[in-house]
């Protein structure tokens, strides 16, 4: 992902993203999963913490500044039903939701659809979690036409390896987004 704060002209990639392309054009995260934030990002995720995502979403625009120009319509990254049931609520679309409200974009909470369960992505390696992710994550047809080369900025929680932000973005695309953009609250780093 390119640097937060680097907005003087040059595009700066980080080693992991030279490494491995993206599907999507631009990507920032508002803080190192680490410490705190991985603390606040667990009591979001598992902890019934929804109150984190107000200011969660406050730090991610000022991250995600820089990408909000062309109107770009909000997503959240889908939970696959039997999760959703689980936790009671997408951390994802909480963030999404905040972020829309505070930029003033629009935000489709169902515009990708999770179709096939996955099994936790924790503890597997890069190679693992882009195979466990293949064909999961799909386009909502009811939302085709709202998303036909619109830009569409992608919303998570956590970024590890990008595997669920490259499925996503690569059901943007092949639905007809114009570009797709991704700000995470927390990214996780290679020691």
């Not at 992991?16 to 603390?39: N, T």
């Amino acid at each position: 992902m390119p640097l937060p704060g680097v907005d003087d002209g040059f595009r700066l990639d980080c080693d992991d993203c030279l490494a491995h392309p993206r599907a999507w054009s631009q990507g920032r995260a508002a803080l190192l999963y680490r410490d705190q934030a991985r603390a606040l990002v667990l009591a979001l995720k598992y902890g019934d913490r929804g109150d984190i995502a107000k200011p969660a979403a406050v730090w991610m625009l000022r991250a995600a500044t820089a990408m909000l120009d062309d109107d770009p319509l909000i997503a959240p990254v889908p939970l696959h039903w039997t999760r959703l049931l689980k936790r009671r609520y997408n951390q994802a679309a909480l963030l999404a939701r905040e972020l829309a409200w505070q930029s003033r974009l629009d935000c489709c909470v169902d515009l990708l659809h999770r179709r096939k369960r996955t099994d936790s992505l924790d503890g597997k390696t890069r190679e693992q979690r882009f195979v466990a992710l293949g064909d999961a994550i799909t386009l909502n047809p009811r939302h085709k036409a709202m998303m036909q080369g619109r830009v569409v900025l992608l919303v998570d929680d956590v970024m590890t390896s990008g595997a669920t932000l490259t499925a996503c973005s690569d059901a943007c695309l092949q639905g007809g987004a114009g570009d797709v953009r991704v700000v995470v609250l927390a990214r996780v780093t290679k020691h």
